[in-house]
C-alpha cells in the first residue's frame, strides 16, 4: 500500500448524493483476476453513452477539462450497495488518492483505507463550501493533522481517523502485516473457545 | 450488564482490541465466490502464505455463471476463466467447493442456510454485500472487500470497529398480498438508503416472530440496502427447526448442547440501543419502488411522490432518477407496463418464494409480451421445485424456469435487462444499470412480480388474491 501524508491539489466534483459502486464501476468489468486496469472504467455509464468511448457525455465532470486532480469530492452516502473493492480500485486507478463526501457507506470506507485512499468525512456546511468553489481551488489535505483546507478561502475542518488507521496510511502498512503478526494470539483464541 | 444480541455475539469473537483502534474479531464461517476472491488468493501467494483455515472456508460459483446450459463451458471468456481461477485456488488451498454441476452449487447465500452451515451465534463474512442474509439465523454476518477476504485467509480475523445498534420492531398482522420483502422494502422507504449505516440492526416484534426463516432472511438480506452493518434476528423454535437435520447442522450430543447456547441468544429485557424504530405490521402494503436506490419505494397503490413530497435524503436525486426511469412526479405505478419480471436472487430465490409464485400463478398464463424468468437460488431449490410439480406450473403459465446463478440481479453473467426495458425484479438492488446498462428495475416481491407477470402491468396483487 502507497503511504499518504498530506496532499495539496485541485479537485473533481460530482455532486450527486448516493452514489453506489455500480456506478463507480458496473459489474460488467469485475471479471478481472488482478487489481489493475480498472481506472479507465470508473464511472464508466455516466461518462459515456452507450458503452461508447467516442460518445462521451460533455456534462459529466470526469469528462471536463477544467476539473482534474487527486481529490474526488461527491454528494453524500457514498459508495453505497455492493462490496466490491473493484470500486476502491478504480478511483486509486484513475488517479484519486482521497474521496471527500459528508457521509460514506461503511464497506466502501475500509475498503478505500485498505488500498491507500483516504475517505474523508466532512460536515454538509463544508461539502457545501468545496461545491462552491470554481476549478481553480486547490485543497490541502493533512492527515497527520487530520485537516481539511479549502486554499483559496483559508477554510478548515478537521476530520476523523482512528490512530491505528492513521499509522497504517501515514507509513503505508496493511492490517494484513498486522494480522499475521498476532497469530499467536489468534491460535490462543482458538484454543481457549475450543 | 445487560446485552444485546449482537454484544452476546461480538464479545465472544473478539481476540483482542487495538487501542483506539478496531478489534480483533474472529471469524467462523468465510463463504468465498468466483468474483472477489482472485484477487485475495494472488495476495497470499505474493506473500507465500497459504489459507490459515481452509475448513472454515466454503466456496461456490454464482455471479458469473450462466443459467441455461450449466453442462456447457461457459462461453464468455473472461467469466470462464474467474471461475476456473476459483476452481484452482480452491484444490491449491484445500478449500471445499461446491461449483458447476455440483448437487450444492448456488447462490452463495442461499446455500449456507440451506446446508446448515449458517448457525446461530457465528460470525460469517463472505466478500459480497448480501452476506447479511445469514444474520437471519442470529449471527453476525457482513459483506467485505477483497483485502478483508484476504485477511481472513491469512488469520481467520478482521479488523472491525464496533458498529453502533439499532433495533427495528415491526409489531401487529400483516395485511392480505404481504410478504417479508414488503416489510423490509417499507422498512426502506421510511428510513431510506442510508439511514441504518453505521449500525448493526436488530429486527425484532411480532410480524418478525410470525415469519419462516426464508422470509426472515429475505429480511436480513436487505438490511444493507439500508446501509447496516448487518442485520440479525434472534434465533427461536422456527430457526432450530428449520437447522435441525440438515447436512452440516451439528448431531445427536453436540445438538443439544449447541441449542443450549443458541437459546442464549436474545438481546436482554433491558439492553441498550443507540436507536428504536417501531413500525406497525398493518400499515404496510404490497410496495414497489420506482427509483433509483431501493430506498425510493411506495406502495403499488400510492403515487410517485413529487419534489414536494419526498423524503429529503432522496428530494436532490429524484429529477435525475424520474428521467432515467422514464417516471413522472405524481404519477401512479400502478398501470405501468413491464417488459420482464424476473424472480430470483439470495433476496427471494428460495423454495418458498417459488411456491407463493406457483400457488399464486397455478391455472394463469402470463401476459403475452412480457418474459418471465424464474431462477432458483440454488441445485436444492431447483431440484425440489421440479421434485413437487412447480416446474409444470411455470411452463404451463408460460415462465422459463432457469438453472441456479445470481442471473439478472448484477448485470454480469449472460443474463441482462436490455436498455429502456422495465423489470419487476425480486432481486435487492434498482441502481442505474444494476440489471444491465439503461435497465429499469422495479423492486417487489414475488407477489407482486408474478402478478405483473400476468397481467404486462404493475398490479395491486390483492385484487387478483381471493
Request: proline share 3%; charged share 25%; hydrophobic share 40%.
Amino acid at each position: 500500500m502507497k503511504a499518504l501524508t498530506t496532499i495539496k491539489s485541485r479537485f473533481v466534483p460530482i455532486n450527486i448524493e448516493n452514489i453506489d459502486t455500480d456506478q463507480i464501476i458496473p459489474a460488467r468489468f469485475l471479471k478481472a483476476t488482478t487489481k489493475d486496469g480498472f481506472g479507465k472504467n470508473l464511472f464508466r455509464d455516466w461518462r459515456y453513452y452507450n458503452d461508447d468511448e467516442s460518445k462521451t457525455r460533455a456534462d459529466f465532470p470526469l469528462n471536463m477539462s477544467q476539473f482534474d486532480g487527486e481529490i474526488l469530492v461527491a454528494g453524500k452516502n457514498f459508495g453505497c450497495g455492493s462490496s466490491r473493492e473493484h470500486a476502491a480500485w478504480s478511483i486509486l486507478d484513475y488517479g484519486f488518492r482521497v474521496v471527500v463526501s459528508s457521509f460514506f457507506a461503511d464497506i466502501f470506507k475500509n475498503n478505500a483505507l485498505n488500498n491507500g485512499v483516504l475517505p474523508i468525512q466532512v460536515s454538509d456546511e463544508f461539502l457545501k463550501s468545496i461545491f462552491l468553489q470554481d476549478n481553480n481551488t486547490e485543497l490541502t489535505v493533512d492527515l497527520e493533522k487530520q485537516t481539511i483546507t479549502i486554499n483559496s478561502t483559508g477554510e478548515s475542518e478537521g476530520f476523523y481517523i482512528s490512530s491505528y488507521k492513521k499509522t497504517c496510511l501515514l507509513n503505508g502498512y496493511d492490517d494484513i502485516d498486522y494480522l499475521i503478526s498476532i497469530k499467536d494470539d489468534i491460535q490462543q483464541f482458538e484454543t481457549q473457545r475450543a | 450488564m445487560p446485552k444485546t444480541l449482537f454484544e452476546k455475539i461480538w464479545d465472544t469473537h473478539i481476540v483482542k482490541t487495538i487501542d483506539d483502534g478496531p478489534s480483533v474479531l474472529y471469524i467462523d464461517k468465510h463463504f468465498i465466490h468466483e468474483v472477489t476472491s482472485p484477487q485475495a488468493f494472488t495476495g497470499l501467494n505474493k506473500r507465500g502464505i497459504k489459507v490459515l483455515r481452509p475448513q472454515q472456508v466454503v466456496a461456490t460459483a454464482d455471479h458469473n455463471v450462466p443459467t441455461l446450459n450449466q453442462h456447457l463451458p461457459i462461453k464468455e471468456e473472461l467469466s470462464r476463466k474467474q471461475v476456473e481461477a476459483l476452481i484452482q485456488n480452491c484444490a491449491e488451498h484445500g478449500i471445499e467447493l461446491y461449483g458447476l454441476g455440483h448437487p450444492f452449487q448456488g447462490i452463495v447465500h442461499v446455500i449456507g442456510p440451506e446446508l446448515g452451515l449458517t448457525q446461530p451465534g457465528m460470525t460469517i463474512v463472505c466478500g459480497d454485500s448480501h452476506t447479511s442474509t445469514h444474520g437471519a439465523f442470529g449471527a453476525i454476518a457482513f459483506g467485505i472487500g477483497t483485502s478483508e477476504v484476504e485477511m481472513v485467509f491469512a488469520s481467520q480475523c478482521l479488523l472491525q470497529s464496533k458498529p453502533k445498534l439499532m433495533r427495528i420492531n415491526v409489531d401487529g398482522e400483516l395485511n392480505k398480498g404481504v410478504v417479508s420483502k414488503d416489510i423490509v422494502l417499507y422498512i426502506l422507504s421510511k428510513i431510506t438508503a442510508s439511514g441504518a449505516t453505521g449500525y448493526a440492526v436488530e429486527f425484532a416484534g411480532s410480524a418478525i416472530r410470525s415469519l419462516s426463516m426464508e422470509a426472515r432472511m429475505t429480511i436480513c438480506n436487505m438490511s444493507i440496502e439500508m446501509g447496516g452493518r448487518c442485520g440479525l434476528i434472534a434465533p427461536d423454535e422456527t430457526t432450530f427447526e428449520y437447522i435441525k437435520g440438515r447436512k452440516f447442522a451439528p448431531q445427536g450430543a453436540e445438538w443439544d448442547k449447541k441449542l443450549a447456547t443458541w437459546k442464549e441468544l436474545y438481546s436482554d429485557a433491558d439492553a441498550n440501543f443507540d436507536k428504536e424504530i417501531h413500525i406497525k405490521a398493518e400499515d404496510i402494503q404490497p410496495m414497489i419502488t420506482y427509483g433509483t436506490n431501493p430506498g425510493m419505494g411506495i406502495a403499488v397503490s400510492e403515487t410517485i411522490p413529487t419534489t414536494v413530497t419526498i423524503n429529503e435524503n432522496d428530494r436532490s436525486g429524484l429529477a435525475k432518477s424520474l428521467t432515467y426511469m422514464g417516471l413522472e412526479q405524481g404519477a401512479n405505478i400502478k398501470g405501468q407496463k413491464v417488459d420482464y419480471v424476473f424472480i430470483g436472487s439470495c433476496t427471494n430465490s428460495r423454495i418458498e418464494d417459488l411456491r407463493m409464485v406457483a400457488s399464486f400463478v397455478k391455472g394463469k398464463k402470463k401476459a403475452a409480451d412480457v418474459e418471465v424468468w424464474i431462477v432458483p437460488g440454488s441445485k436444492q431449490v431447483e431440484a425440489q421445485a421440479i421434485k413437487e410439480g412447480i416446474d409444470k406450473i411455470f411452463e404451463e403459465a408460460g415462465f422459463q424456469l432457469r438453472q441456479p446463478g445470481c442471473s439478472a440481479c448484477l448485470g454480469m453473467n449472460e443474463d441482462k435487462i436490455p436498455a429502456g426495458k422495465y423489470c419487476i425484479s425480486t432481486s435487492n438492488r434498482n441502481f442505474e444499470g444494476r440489471q444491465g446498462a439503461g435497465a429499469r428495475t422495479l423492486l417487489a416481491s414475488p407477489l407482486t412480480a408474478a402478478a405483473a407477470a400476468i397481467t404486462g402491468f404493475v398490479t395491486d396483487v390483492r385484487e387478483l388474491l381471493n
